[in-house]
């Protein structure tokens, strides 16, 4: 299947690879189908692009990469909805946001997508573990910007190169 996408132009697609949201993300219920891009060969970042809305593309990462402590506890109801009956089927991934300076990027530990390896049927569950937040800084205080970004700077997302 071949895509149209904002920041990537066309794409083929393995049918195969579609990932189902049957709920969708949180604020963009109506978008239920996504798939994975690399963002580059050696980069732990990837895009969740929609199927469905060239434009709509997440950054997304395995956060035991950056957070090896990290624990996600699947509700019974969510892992039955994904029909995930062994942890092994689950691939976990998090949205990251990367504003002007990369090095404040943030992920998103609360509310992880929970992806069903076998079935590419998925879901973003929230979390009610309180060490979690929506910005966890993915860089460590001591590596700031030496170019802060401006103040007021918008944040944006650079496609890959």
Same mark, same amino acid.
């Given at each position: 299947m071949r895509i149209q996408t904002t920041r990537f132009g066309e794409v083929e697609i393995n049918d195969a690879a579609i990932l189902?949201?049957?709920?969708?993300?949180?604020?963009? +219920?109506?978008r239920r189908q996504f798939c994975l891009i690399d963002h580059r060969p050696d980069s732990p970042l990837k895009w969740l692009q929609s199927v469905e809305?060239?434009?709509?593309?997440?950054?997304?990462?395995?956060?035991? +990469?950056?957070f090896p402590?990290? +624990?996600?506890?699947?509700?019974d109801e969510e892992a039955d909805a994904l029909g995930?009956?062994? @942890?092994?089927?689950?691939?976990?991934?998090?949205i990251v946001a990367i504003p002007s300076d990369p090095y404040q990027m943030t992920a998103n530990l609360l &509310?992880?997508?929970?992806?069903?390896?076998?079935?590419? *049927?998925?879901?973003?569950?929230? *979390?009610?573990?309180?060490?979690?937040?929506?910005?966890?800084?993915? *860089? @460590? +205080? &001591? &590596? &700031?910007?030496?170019? @802060?970004?401006p103040k007021g700077a918008a944040p944006t997302v650079s496609p890959p190169s």
């Open positions: 189902t949201f049957p709920q969708g993300l949180y604020g963009f +219920e109506q809305d060239p434009a709509l593309a997440f950054v997304v990462m395995n956060p035991f +990469e950056y402590d990290y +624990e996600v506890l699947i509700p995930l009956t062994d @942890p092994s089927q689950a691939l976990v991934l998090t &509310a992880p997508l929970i992806i069903n390896g076998d079935t590419n *049927l998925a879901r973003q569950i929230i *979390l009610s573990d309180p060490r979690y937040s929506t910005k966890h800084r993915l *860089l @460590p +205080e &001591a &590596a &700031a910007s030496p170019f @802060p970004a």
